[in-house]
């Protein structure tokens, strides 16, 4: 074989190896801008291996992001463009574990008091109280461990757990004072400070 037909078999080696190559995949300017906002959209603890994109609603007069039974959130994977790799929608059986970013079901469990204002209940400790309008909103701070915040149910039971590096809380839908009024709470989380916030809404 002629130097020539070497060098002409060596060419097309190279394009074969180049077209074989892996491709970096480059997001549109769009898509990149969307993926920026929604990193920065929620603060979450730094040691988490992902990231939560919410896609419910945020309480500027507070910055406290919502989450609710029903809503939807994104699972986004630590990386250059950090493309969502699931949709999960929150459900009474939904666990959120921000620090291992994790979703699994849950097994039906009895709430069994109701919660206390007065005290603090096992590492969750309700800081203050007060109305909103027709809403009765509950913020307190998880202190240390595992905690669970429990609520007697009111008719059918819908509740969310969500687990955060400081503890645990589970709501669901229950009457806040022993009464017939029910309330369907959210849940809202700010940084890795462990402050909670329950918007507990009348019916």
Known sequence: MGKFHLTIVLAIAVLVMAGCAPRKTIAPPEVKKKIKGNLAAVSIPPRARGTLEYSGFRDFKSDFYMTRLGDTIDLLMPGPLGFPIAHVKVTRDTLLSLEGVE???????????????????????????????????????ILTGKGIVKATPAGRLERIRIEFTGGILTLGKFSLWGGNRSYPAEIAWRGDKGILRIVLHAE
């Open 103 to 141: 979703i699994k079901g849950l097994e039906f469990e009895d709430l069994l008091r109701p919660i206390d204002f007065d005290s603090p209940l096992a590492s969750f400790r309700i800081e203050r109280v007060y109305y909103s309008g027709r809403h009765a909103v509950a913020e307190g701070r």
